[in-house]
């Protein structure tokens, strides 16, 4: 097994624990929570897993790219993106969590039949950057993570993160990566883990990794770190 293979796995199992709990967290919601407002403005309990279920078909392109080498975007273009929200939000309860279940499902499955070498492969993510099939786990860990707090279920990303242990370092290093171009140099540290920025000039902020999370994703401005914490723009 190469040392991509080992990674790709190793998040694989996080993603399947975080199914698991957001089947806990959804698995009694009727039309009137669904209707009712996420944490997320704008959205709907019902949007956030028409997101997570669209997603998991999205990230599922992505590997295939990487996996047999022909281009398969994750979305046919971002408007179709957003309008496959929009309708996956307004359909029934029964038909959204039956859609978030089985897209789920069919990510799993087939991330858990790539073969050892073709995570180190690469396809190209909505941004047109590299990715390898490793990296595509890892956002859908990261996606699951930070959404399964904008559910407004009781789960902020503490306890998240503490459902993910040693994985969190993951999701975070992803969330920097995907914030790099508005971050100063600097150093984060939480949780026993580190993380430096460009030339970092001696300037730490800290916090548990939830809060760094909450941070770096625009959940939060920042004010429970400690240090010099530095503006960045909303999330995207």
């Not at 786990?137 to 279920?153: K, N, Y």
């Not at 306890?159 to 990566?177: K, M, S, Y």
């Not at 970092?200 to 010099?228: K, M, Q, Y």
Request: aromatic share 6%.
């Amino acid at each position: 097994m190469t040392t991509a293979s080992e990674k790709a796995h190793a998040l694989l199992d996080g993603v399947r624990k975080l199914d698991d709990e957001w089947a806990r967290a959804i698995g009694a919601l009727g039309e009137p929570e669904l209707r009712a407002p996420s944490a997320l403005p704008g959205w709907s309990r019902a949007h956030v897993l028409a997101h997570l279920a669209r997603n998991a078909d999205g990230l599922r392109n992505l590997l295939t790219w990487a996996n047999t080498g022909v281009e398969t975007p994750m979305y046919p273009s971002p408007e179709a993106r957003d309008a496959d929200i929009e309708a996956g939000a307004q359909r029934g309860a029964a038909d959204i969590l039956a859609d978030f279940v089985a897209s789920a499902g069919r990510f799993e499955q087939y991330a858990a039949a790539m073969p050892d070498d073709a995570w180190a492969r690469e396809a190209r993510n909505r941004q047109g950057q590299p990715v390898t099939g490793a990296v595509v786990v890892r956002m859908r860990l990261s996606e699951l993570t930070i959404h399964l707090a904008d559910l407004d279920r009781g789960y902020d990303l503490d306890r998240v993160c503490g459902l993910l242990g040693p994985l969190t370092e993951d999701v975070v290093q992803h969330a920097i990566t995907s914030r790099a171009a508005h971050l100063p140099a600097l150093r984060l540290a939480g949780g026993g883990f580190e993380w430096t920025m460009g030339a970092a000039s001696g300037e730490t902020v800290t916090g548990t990794e939830g809060e760094l999370l909450a941070w770096l994703s625009g959940r939060s401005d920042g004010s429970a770190l400690s240090g010099s914490v530095p503006r960045i723009p909303a999330w995207s």
